[in-house]
Nanobody, 122 residues
Framework: QVQLAESGGGLVQTGGSLRLSCKAYGSFYRINAVAWYRRAPGKERELVANLNTGRQTTTYADSVQGRFTISIDTAKNTMYLQMNDLKPEDTAVYYC???????????????WGQGTQVTVSS
């Protein structure tokens, strides 16, 4: 059974920085892709960033481009979201998401983290 455990959320002032971490626990073959989503109060869930570990490609929402960086340390099975120049509109619960192959081959399953609150004060 694979589980994703997040950490790193908190309260920060406008212009500050936070780094979110998400570690994958359990037995599996490979993390194929990772992503971070967020849900602000009263809004739909939004894709913030994703990273394909095989192609080493990343994409970002326009609202965070140039401020946020997604990365992964495959040796630690841990993904990160470095968030700089934070703004009040970044306030949300952030969720990590991963596509993981349990065994070698094309099949993969997806997993969610439990969510971590990020609050940016003005």
């Amino acid at each position: 059974q694979v589980q994703l455990a997040e950490s790193g959320g908190g309260l920060v002032q406008t212009g500050g920085s936070l780094r979110l971490s998400c570690k994958a626990y359990g037995s599996f073959y490979r993390i194929n892709a990772v992503a971070w989503y967020r849900r602000a109060p009263g809004k739909e869930r939004e894709l913030v960033a994703n990273l394909n570990t095989g192609r080493q490609t990343t994409t970002y929402a326009d609202s965070v481009q140039g401020r946020f960086t997604i990365s992964i340390d495959t040796a630690k099975n841990t993904m990160y979201l470095q968030m700089n120049d934070l703004k009040p509109e970044d306030t949300a619960v952030y969720y990590c998401y991963a596509w993981i192959s349990i065994v070698e081959g094309p099949a993969e399953s997806d997993y969610w983290g439990q969510g971590t609150q990020v609050t940016v004060s003005s």
